[in-house]
């Protein structure tokens, strides 16, 4: 590792000190009734996302930096484990059904050698996105109280759809200037230029991850493919949404126990629910972004339509958070506001360091007015939402 690797460096210092502040607050949490909730859902984001990447990048489009610190047994490129078994039989099933191809084939073709070489998963990349969705879960519970006199409709959609329209959106603004910076991409077609080269926006291009692009997969944004966000949104309105509906009651999958090892089987049970559900729906927005225009005839050209799909996404994000408007209480506190700002902080010292300002910076500057926005608004409100009264239950 040279000087030159410092965006490796630096990445995996922020993650690590970033990830030990949230697991002290969780720690610093603890309640009477509920001791290790707050843990226990940090440590499922982490076994979750660790999850998500694994399976995401044995697809075939994207591998990490080789100078990271990986997390170990990640499998070796071309030589198909039992994960890449179980969920090759999973989107095939989910693809027959829909009158796709079974089994849907993985990987990208005719890339620039040397091509996909890895499996392998960062540890501070995980521990960095387990880090946004508990932060965003944690802030979704003090942004949408629930009433102690809820009502059924409340409690079971407009509360957990609220919350994962919210946090999901969070996302979106933080990945929306992360993944340009640090990613670079290739091309791997033979037939057709990039289209995604004549649009004028590209990225800083750290080279923290790669992506494989082609047709099907052109990366329209900033060089990193719309399918990315798919992921993101998905990923995080299921996560924070289940947490959510699930909360820290004695009727949850992640229920109170007096011992730490007790809540194992109930962690096994929400990950493989989270998974279930979470693989055909970010297979089904993959899908509309990609061939949505066609469903919908429209006469528009590629491009056009996925910027289009990805707005209709947020939109649908928006319409979420809009039910749960009468619930909503902000309050600040500001380790949950931690790793998103940590991470806009960290893209400011690219552009800087780089001394490359494209119009990537404008994202930037952007993102990071919805976030200080967002957060600081809530500061303002000694009492934002009286008519919910003093009986309220953050669960």
């Not at 697809?59 to 930096?65: A, L």
């Not at 949950?336 to 400011?348: E, R």
């Not at 300002?357 to 990071?368: E, G, K, Q, R």
């Not at 976030?371 to 009986?391: C, D, E, S």
Request: proline share 7%; hydrophobic share 55%.
């Amino acid at each position: 590792m040279t000087i030159s690797d410092w965006p490796a460096v630096v990445f995996t210092a922020i993650s690590v000190a970033v990830y030990l502040l949230v697991l002290r607050w969780a720690l610093s949490e603890q309640q009477h009734r509920h001791r290790w909730h707050h843990v226990v859902v940090l440590i499922l984001a982490t076994v979750f996302w660790w999850l998500g990447e694994a399976q995401a990048i044995r697809i075939g489009k994207y591998q990490y930096n080789p100078h990271f610190l990986m997390f170990p047994l990640s499998g070796v490129v071309g030589q198909p484990d039992a994960l890449y078994k179980a969920l090759s039989w999973y989107i095939g099933l989910i693809s027959g059904a829909i009158g796709g191809p079974n089994p849907v084939p993985f990987g990208v073709a005719n890339c620039p050698p040397p091509g996909q070489t890895s499996w392998a998963i960062p540890v501070p990349v995980v521990l960095l996105e387990a880090s946004l969705v508990f932060t965003m879960l944690r802030l979704s519970q003090r942004h949408f109280i629930t009433p102690e006199n809820a009502t059924r409709w409340q409690r079971w959609l407009l509360i957990p759809v609220a919350t994962g329209g919210f946090c999901a959106l969070l996302m979106l603004n933080t990945t929306a200037i992360l993944d340009p910076v640090v990613s670079t991409k290739d091309w791997c077609s033979v037939t057709t230029s990039d289209p995604a080269a004549l649009n004028g926006l590209r990225g800083l291009n750290l080279g923290l991850w790669h992506w494989f692009t082609n047709e099907k997969n052109p990366a329209y944004w900033f060089g990193v493919p719309f399918g990315n966000y798919a992921a993101w949104f998905v990923a995080t309105f299921i996560f924070t949404a289940f947490n959510r509906l699930d909360g820290p009651g004695k009727k949850g999958v992640i229920r109170p126990w007096k011992y730490w090892f007790l809540y194992v089987p109930g962690l096994v049970i929400a990950l493989f629910l989270l998974t279930l559900v979470t693989i055909p729906l970010y297979f089904g927005v993959g899908i509309f972004i990609v061939k949505g225009k066609d469903f919908l005839h429209l006469s528009v050209d590629d491009q056009t339509w996925q910027f289009i799909a990805i707005g209709l996404i947020v939109a649908l994000g928006f319409l979420c958070v809009a039910l749960g408007r009468k619930l909503y209480t902000p309050n600040f506190m500001w380790v949950l506001w931690l790793p998103q700002f940590s991470m806009l902080v960290f893209c400011l010292l690219a552009f800087v360091v780089k001394l490359d300002f494209p119009l990537l910076f404008l994202v930037w500057s952007a993102a990071t007015g919805v976030a200080v926005a967002v957060a600081w608004w809530a500061r303002g409100l000694a009492n934002p939402n009286p008519a919910l009264g003093p009986g309220v239950a953050r669960t």
